[in-house]
C-alpha cells in the first residue's frame, strides 16, 4: 500500500502539471494544479506514516519514496523554468545535487547503509538526517511550489506578496539543497572506500 501511494502521487504530480503548462491564464485549471499539488506532497508523508504502520518499511520503499521526491521536485523545478517564472539555474542546481547524492547513497546501500544512515559526523548527521532538516528542507521547497503557482491563479490577492514569498522560498530550497549535499559529499570516499 504505501508503495502503491509513492507512485501514485507521481502521477497526480503530473495531472497537476499538465494543468499548469496547457491551461496558461485559466483559473479553474490552476486552482486544480494547486490542489493536486498540496495532495502530491501530502501523499509524501501517507507513504511513510503506512509503511511504518502497516509494517511495510523495506530498501525498495526507501529507494522509491526517495526517487518519487527526486522526480515530483525535479519536475516542478523545470516547469517553473520552462514557463519562465524562475532562472534555469534551480532545475540545474537541483538536478546536479540530486545525480551526486543518490549515486553516492546508491553506493552506500550496496555496502549495507540506509540513505540517511551512511553519516558517521554527528554535524553531517543533523544536516542530512535529522528530522528538523529534512522537514524544513521539505517545507521550504512545499511553499515554494505552492506559492508559486498560487500567484499565477489570475484571482489571486496580493498576488505580487505571494509571488515573491514564494520565489524566496525557491531560493531558500535551492541553498538548503546544496548545503544537506555538503555532507553526503564529505563522507563518500569512507562510506564508498571502506
Do not use: H
Not at 55 to 71: V, W
Not at 103 to 112: C, D, F, P, Q, W
Request: proline share 3%; glycine share 6%; net charge positive.
Amino acid at each position: 500500500m504505501a508503495n502503491f501511494i509513492s507512485i501514485f502521487r507521481i502521477f497526480v504530480m503530473f495531472l497537476a502539471v499538465y494543468l499548469i503548462y496547457t491551461a496558461v491564464g485559466d483559473t479553474t485549471a490552476y486552482i486544480w494544479a494547486l490542489f493536486l499539488t498540496i495532495l502530491a506532497f501530502s501523499l509524501d508523508g501517507v507513504d511513510g506514516y503506512l509503511a511504518r504502520k502497516l509494517g511495510e518499511e523495506s530498501k525498495f520503499g526507501a529507494l522509491l519514496d526517495i526517487m518519487g521526491d527526486r522526480i515530483v521536485e525535479n519536475t516542478y523545478w523545470v516547469l517553473f523554468a520552462v514557463m519562465g517564472w524562475i532562472s534555469i539555474l534551480f532545475p540545474l542546481i537541483a538536478l546536479t545535487r540530486g545525480f551526486i547524492t543518490d549515486t553516492i547513497r546508491s553506493a552506500a546501500m550496496e555496502k549495507g547503509f540506509t540513505p540517511f544512515g551512511m553519516q558517521v559526523n554527528p554535524i553531517c548527521k543533523f544536516i542530512t538526517g535529522s528530522k528538523l532538516m529534512r522537514i524544513s528542507y521539505a517545507v521550504a521547497k512545499v511553499m515554494a511550489f505552492i506559492l508559486i503557482i498560487a500567484a499565477k491563479i489570475p484571482a489571486c490577492p496580493y498576488q505580487d506578496i505571494v509571488w515573491t514569498t514564494g520565489y524566496w522560498a525557491a531560493v531558500f530550497a535551492i541553498v538548503f539543497c546544496v548545503v544537506r549535499a555538503i555532507p553526503v559529499m564529505l563522507e563518500a570516499k569512507r562510506v564508498i572506500e571502506g
